[in-house]
């Protein structure tokens, strides 16, 4: 769906790689096998504060040195959002896809696992993902983003149905519809 709305969006990282993007540096898309959304440049929407709590979570796996966030203007452009049934309605034949190439292929499917219920390794998410909208390219439909809402972490106070990570997660997968970066002023608590 073609989105012209903009969103601010926050990216968790290493203090050097957020002055490098301040100064016209291209951001590096995640390419890991268990990313959530498929390949491209992860953003909270409107979630600085989740963004540096990513940035410190990779500070103590020893990823990151010196965590940081930078801002940014996203225009959602062609998104493939999984907030709308229209597209969460497409992945059970995303994913019977995926299964008939991996079988032709002799290949298992990959599994989500991690924390339950969390499932924080998205490596069948992933891989369904990234096998549709790259076969969706190839019949000349591209993607810009692709977005979708997590419902993460431990619960915020006994018997809620709120839990304290939950965020609208963005992966951009064309560049240009990062509009522009900054340096957001936020508390470091």
């Known amino acids: 769906m073609k989105y012209d709305r903009m969103v601010v969006a926050y990216h968790g990282c290493d203090a050097t790689v957020a002055e490098l993007l301040l100064h016209g540096a291209r951001f590096r898309p995640s390419q890991n096998d268990y990313d959530w959304l498929g390949e491209g440049v992860y953003f909270w929407e409107y979630g600085a504060d989740r963004a540096l709590q990513f940035a410190r979570e990779q500070q103590r796996r020893g990823k990151v040195t010196s965590p940081?966030?930078?801002g940014a203007l996203v225009q959602l452009g062609n998104c493939f959002d999984l907030m709308d049934t229209r597209f969460t309605n497409e992945l059970p034949d995303a994913f019977q896809t995926l299964q008939k190439l991996r079988a032709e292929a002799g290949k298992p499917l990959p599994i989500n696992e991690g924390g339950t219920p969390d499932k924080l390794l998205r490596r069948r998410d992933c891989a369904v993902l990234n096998c549709y909208l790259e076969l969706l390219q190839e019949n000349g439909?591209?993607?810009d983003t692709v977005r979708?809402?997590?419902v993460e972490g431990?619960?915020?106070y006994e018997g809620s149905g709120i839990q304290r990570q939950t965020h609208v997660q963005i992966a951009v997968r064309n560049q240009a519809c990062i509009l522009g970066?900054?340096?957001?002023t936020m508390e470091t608590r």
């Open 141 to 143: 439909e591209s993607y």
């Open 181 to 184: 970066v900054f340096r957001p």
């Open 154 to 156: 431990p619960l915020v």
């Open 148 to 150: 979708c809402g997590f």
């Open 68 to 70: 940081a966030v930078i």
